[in-house]
């Protein structure tokens, strides 16, 4: 809401605040000032002057020779603006005027003629193009008769006007008018306003004799009322109103539009003028509309209607869209007579619903969707037909004929001064909260503590206890509220286990040297399904998708981390930063449903990406790129931390390299996968050699055992023992160190492989793993012949499941 | 002899001086002290000697074996260290040559200020609670007194699923969910941090998806004064002692009432300049007592109990406190961004 301070003025003297002062004050008390502005650049010098003649420069076709009388004198002046002519009042800068960007005006020859000053454009005296009439757009503004040669052009033309701009929460529509910014700064500076009462000289004619209202939807439309103006004259709205609606941002139009603007300005509330003649009928019928009905809008969009719209008619025809905009049919025009002035109470949801639909947001439906004052309907009819009589030389018609079933009565509201002081923490007396009750202008009575106030209809926000309190606090102060802290029983507070292992994952993911990443959880739809682990896929029927979406790269819901962190990778790639390890915990969504109707499991993933070089040393020769087994000691690294056994099966996944991807278990089920990507995906992301891994941390989470007690050191020394096997190059190392552990049991605690050969030294498709072999009794030391007895077991049982030869 | 054995002994002395080798030394033990050296052979030759004389001599042979051994071993364990000396030396290195690097990650900016202000808030005794981003229309909206229909719903819209399910909008239906598993008698004292989404276009100071916290506090008797305690005693630790607050009204369909907080500006100390433009005070967050019709929907008698909640952008303190100028800057992941951040 836009605010001028000159029209505020009128309603409330606030000249004795700077306005800087002013907006701090209601941004304190309740409504929050965005911005204070002058309405133009300053300019200074600029009078009316009224054309004496004006003729053709005799040197230039384009240009006009004339002489202006400026009340002190008449000066001559050059003037190029085609719409200039003779007897007109316009805006002069003599020499020593100023116009905005410091733009002095002096006396100079144009063409060989003498130029005493200026002719001005609203343009050249600072008026945001927009806000400037059709007719002056494109050449000097012209005043109308009425105004006297030297007066301060500026003056008349409110350039001197101070706006400020008010943030206004849904909650105070009724801040949505001057009248009701004038309730809310008399409260706020403790001042006295009321809005003054209409005073319309109406004709003998009864304005029921020419129209009746028949409301068919009550719940939507509680209250119409028709009012009926004859031998209105169309044209320009005196200057004053025009300023104002410039003020607030609307451009002028003609004096029925801009009357009708100014009281949705003033009041709040919004009205519509229909030329009568151009209605078709004498009722005014207001109904929902006919699916598929069909009405062309002023803006000469032809619009389908269904029932959940409103629509003003004929009785026949709909010549409305209630509360969001007129039909073009019934549009005042320059011959329009007689206007049926709309003064409604739609309800506000119905609007709201209208105007989305429609994707029309005016002054008019905001207003109305957001609850316009009950109070203030009818008054508003009276103050614009008041104002069309005075203006637009329009007789008023006896009357309103209106249908009413509105609601406007004051809901009373019960409060305490203990409770207040109770809730709030202060020491309020009942005295000064009486005396914020008389600033609100809400009516009360009192008897010692308690108090029952009526609220006034413009405050349709305040309806129970709590908005009486903070009405009572907004006005008493934030700033003198104590500081105190919660006097109720304390809890511990703290993280669940869930949360600490979180925090140890990341901690552990850092400390690993991998960056902690945070990416968008909608993607498109092609990268929703990409990577997704084996269970995740499993589960979920189809990736969740918006109904809405804003854009394709913003539409699914998705079903793996992975892709995201691969665009996080390429985004750096092509930056030239080729050294990139990233890790992110984030959630996953998946339903279970192809069209979904329950919320989706989110599940929480521990995923990386790592691409480029791992370790660079380079004086001392040593450099590593990313390699599966990189990624692989991170895995094993966090199954070490959460003492949690995984293994690896070799797997194929789209997108993953075919032979170099496993599928991560634990507990007998697949968490995740590992592996690089397949570097046609590689390629298509930019990125060189790349590689994954993605984990269930929702499961890992589960299957987590906080240690509870403290287990020995072994006192008893171990025995270490190599062997070398010679297997067929297919066979994994973890299969044989699976058998290694089964047959060594209980003594073998620990399996390591410490050499992988394949070479010259061995035939064709055959390889050599060599494993390290700790053996161990926690009771007791070990015998040499217990150690062999078991080495040879194991001996044997790799001979017979894996072909497994010792190496000579 | 006496003379002998003297003469022998200032000779191998001298000798063990001016041996400036390990090998040298060892020749001169070998000379004087071997079997076949000239001590040895004083000694052979003591038989010619007389009964008293015999261990006058004796004795001296001895100390003077015994001088010429702790000569020899003085010297050698000077010769050792002198050695050892030169090749300690010859294996210095250039200490300035850059160390084998250790690869170290770190966590992303809106984490560090999101575990910040958790810990803060656990410190004064509060949950931290999650819940779900796809979220129910009735938590999202209705059970925080915002019914279909309200006009309020407009400043937050929204990416639904269906018509029932949404991306949340905000973190509170955490609180709405957590009040409900409290039958309407127990005290609620908890923060949610989470992801939320809203129907924006991604630009410098917009994004689709960004981070919340809310907190909350239910129990009986709880005053305004005590939700300013408590978010002057939070302003104070996260942006620094020097601070203050200030509460403006303002308006959230679940709180009643409801205010906004600023905290002076740090860079102009209040005075007013550029980044809190002109004012003094920049804009943290938004809080109130919350509203009877959230309670009662959660199943407390808002007779008894009351509250306060507060709800607060950690992308907009980071970017208030480290001067981050585009909120894309936290979910595109450009490493340099990330890196910057790890002390934070």
Request: negative net charge; glycine residues 10%.
């Given at each position: 809401m836009l605010v001028s301070l000159n029209w505020l003025n009128d309603y409330i003297n606030v000249r004795d605040y700077e306005p800087d002062e002013l907006a701090e004050i209601i941004t304190k008390t309740g409504i929050e000032v965005e911005s204070v502005e002058p309405v133009a650049e300053k300019a200074t010098g600029v009078v009316v002057g009224h054309v004496v003649s004006c003729e053709q420069h005799p040197n230039a076709d384009k240009l006009s020779l004339c002489q202006i009388d400026v009340g002190e004198g008449v000066l001559q002046i050059v003037c190029g603006a085609p719409n200039i002519a003779e007897g007109q009042k316009v805006a002069v800068a003599a020499p020593g005027a100023v116009l905005p960007g410091n733009f002095k005006i002096k006396k100079t020859k144009l063409r060989g003629e003498e130029s005493?000053?200026?002719?001005?454009?609203?343009?050249?005296?600072?008026?945001?193009?927009?806000?400037?009439?059709?007719?002056?757009?494109?050449g000097i503004y012209v005043f109308p008769e009425d105004v006297q040669a030297g007066d301060d052009a500026i003056s008349l033309l409110n350039l001197d006007d101070i706006i400020i701009e008010l943030g206004l929460t849904p909650n105070r529509a009724d801040c949505l008018?001057?009248?009701?910014?004038?309730?809310?700064?008399?409260?706020?500076?403790?001042?006295?306003?009321?809005?003054?009462?209409?005073?319309?000289?109406?004709?003998?004619?009864?304005?029921?004799?020419?129209?009746?209202?028949?409301?068919?939807?009550?719940?939507?439309?509680?209250?119409?009322?028709?009012f009926i103006l004859k031998d209105v004259t169309v044209g320009p709205s005196p200057l004053w109103i025009q300023n104002r609606l410039t003020a607030a941002g609307i451009r002028p139009i003609n004096n029925v539009v801009d009357i009708t603007n100014y009281v949705l300005l003033e009041y709040g509330q919004p009205l519509h003028a229909f030329d009568f003649d151009r209605f078709g009928s004498d009722k005014v019928v207001t109904r929902r509309a006919r699916d598929g009905e069909k009405i062309t809008t002023l803006d000469d969009q032809e619009r389908v209607l269904t029932r959940d719209h409103l629509v003003i008619t004929n009785g026949d025809k709909a010549h409305a869209i209630a509360g969001v905009m007129g039909g073009a049919e019934s549009e005042v025009q320059e011959d329009t007579n007689t206007i049926l002035l709309e003064a409604a109470y739609f309800n506000p949801a119905n609007v709201r619903q209208s105007a989305k639909d429609h994707g029309l947001r005016s002054e008019a439906s905001t207003r109305f969707e957001k609850g316009v004052d009950p109070g203030r309907v009818e008054r508003a009819g009276l103050r614009a037909s008041e104002l069309l009589r005075e203006y637009a030389g329009a007789t008023v018609l006896q009357g309103v004929v209106s249908y009413d079933q509105l609601d406007r009565s004051e809901k009373t509201i019960d409060v305490n001064t203990t409770k207040i002081n109770n809730r709030l923490g202060t020491e309020i007396t009942r005295e000064e909260i009486a005396s914020i009750l008389e600033r609100l202008q809400f009516p009360y009575e009192q008897s010692d503590?308690?108090?029952?106030?009526?609220?006034?209809?413009?405050?349709?926000?305040?309806?129970?206890?709590?908005?009486?309190?903070?009405?009572?606090?907004?006005?008493?102060?934030?700033?003198?509220?104590?500081y105190t802290l919660p006097s109720g029983a304390s809890q511990a507070g703290g993280l669940s286990l869930e949360q600490q292992l979180k925090r140890r994952v990341k901690a552990y993911f850092e400390g690993a040297g991998l960056d902690e990443t945070i990416t968008y959880s909608l993607t498109s739809e092609k990268q929703s399904t990409m990577l997704v682990s084996k269970e995740v896929a499993q589960q979920a029927a189809a990736p969740v998708k918006l109904a809405m979406p804003m854009s394709e790269d913003h539409s699914h819901l998705r079903l793996s981390v992975v892709p995201e962190l691969l665009q996080s990778l390429a985004y750096n790639v092509a930056r030239k930063q080729h050294n990139i390890a990233y890790y992110e915990l984030g959630t996953v969504f998946i339903s279970e449903e192809s069209e979904v109707t329950k919320q989706p499991h989110e599940m929480l993933r521990a995923s990386g990406a790592l691409t480029g070089e791992w370790l660079s040393h380079p004086w001392q020769q040593e450099k590593k790129s990313v390699d599966f087994f990189v990624v692989k000691g991170i895995v094993e690294g966090l199954s070490d931390l959460l003492d949690i056994p995984m293994t690896f099966e070799k797997a194929k996944i789209e997108g993953m390299h075919p032979g170099r991807t496993a599928n991560i278990m634990a507990d007998g089920k697949?968490?995740?996968?590992?592996?690089?990507?397949?570097?046609?995906?590689?390629?298509?992301?930019?990125?060189?050699?790349?590689?994954?891994?993605d984990l269930n941390a929702e499961k890992l989470f589960e299957l987590y055992e906080k240690e509870e007690a403290f287990e020995a050191i072994p006192r008893f020394p171990s025995v270490s023992r190599d062997i070398a096997l010679v297997v067929d190059e297919d066979v994994s190392a973890g299969d044989i160190k699976e058998t290694i552990l089964e047959a060594g049991s209980p003594l073998v605690k620990q399996v390591l492989v410490f050499d992988l050969y394949q070479g010259e030294h061995l035939s064709a498709g055959k390889k050599s793993l060599a494993y390290n072999l700790l053996y161990l009794d926690p009771e007791r030391t070990l015998k040499d012949e217990e150690v062999e007895s078991a080495h040879e077991n194991i001996l044997q049982s790799v001979k017979e499941r894996h072909a497994a030869e010792l190496r000579g | 002899m006496k003379e002998r054995l003297q003469e022998l002994k200032e000779e191998a002395l001298r000798k063990v001086d001016a041996a400036d080798g390990i090998q040298q030394l060892k020749d001169v033990r070998v000379e004087y002290l071997g079997k076949k050296g000239p001590i040895t052979e004083v000694l052979r030759g003591?038989?010619?000697?007389?009964?008293?004389?015999?261990?006058?001599?004796g004795q001296l042979a001895n100390e003077v074996r015994e001088d010429i051994a702790q000569a020899i071993e003085v010297k050698q364990t000077g010769l050792e260290e002198a050695a050892l000396e030169e090749q300690l030396e010859a294996e210095s290195l250039d200490v300035t040559l850059p160390g084998r690097p250790v690869q170290v990650g770190g966590p992303h900016l809106l984490t560090s200020i999101v575990e910040e202000i958790e810990d803060l808030f656990i410190g004064m005794g509060f949950e931290i609670k999650e819940g779900p981003e796809v979220e129910s229309d009735y938590y999202n909206f209705e059970a925080l007194n915002l019914p279909k229909g309200h006009p309020a719903r407009d400043m937050q819209d929204s990416f639904y699923v269906t018509e029932e399910l949404l991306m949340r909008t905000h973190t509170s239906p955490v609180q709405a969910r957590t009040m409900g598993l409290k039958n309407g008698s127990e005290p609620v004292k908890m923060i949610c941090p989470g992801k939320v989404y809203r129907r924006d276009t991604d630009d410098a100071t917009h994004s689709h998806q960004f981070t919340q916290i809310e907190g909350l506090l239910v129990d009986k008797d709880v005053r305004m004064s005590d939700l300013k305690g408590v978010l002057n005693a939070f302003a104070k630790q996260m942006f620094g002692a020097e601070r203050d607050i200030r509460l403006r009204p303002s308006f959230?369909?679940?709180?009643?009432?409801?205010?906004?907080?600023?905290?002076?500006?740090?860079?102009?100390?209040?005075?007013?300049?550029?980044?809190?433009?002109?004012?003094?005070?920049?804009?943290?967050?938004?809080?109130?007592?919350v509203h009877p019709n959230v309670l009662e929907m959660a199943g407390y008698d808002p007779k008894e109990y009351s509250g306060f909640a507060f709800g607060m952008g950690p992308e907009r303190i980071a970017m208030l406190k480290y001067g981050v100028d585009d909120i894309r800057n936290f979910y595109i992941n450009d490493q340099r961004f990330l890196k910057q951040y790890h002390k934070a």
């Open positions: 005493n000053g200026m002719v001005c454009s609203l343009q050249e005296l600072g008026v945001d193009e927009k806000d400037v009439p059709k007719e002056y757009q494109d008018s001057m009248a009701g910014v004038a309730y809310e700064v008399a409260a706020a500076l403790g001042r006295e306003y009321e809005l003054i009462a209409e005073k319309v000289e109406e004709g003998s004619e009864k304005a029921e004799s020419l129209v009746s209202v028949e409301v068919e939807d009550p719940e939507a439309n509680p209250y119409y009322g028709a503590e308690d108090f029952t106030i009526s609220i006034p209809t413009r405050r349709g926000d305040v309806e129970r206890f709590e908005d009486v309190l903070e009405e009572v606090a907004r006005i008493y102060g934030y700033d003198n509220l104590p697949i968490i995740g996968f590992i592996g690089q990507v397949h570097p046609k995906l590689q390629k298509e992301w930019g990125l060189k050699e790349t590689y994954v891994f | 003591m038989g010619k000697l007389s009964k008293e004389e015999r261990p006058v001599i959230f369909p679940f709180t009643e009432p409801s205010v906004e907080m600023d905290i002076s500006c740090k860079v102009c100390g209040g005075a007013g300049c550029s980044v809190c433009k002109g004012t003094g005070w920049i804009e943290i967050l938004g809080a109130g007592m």
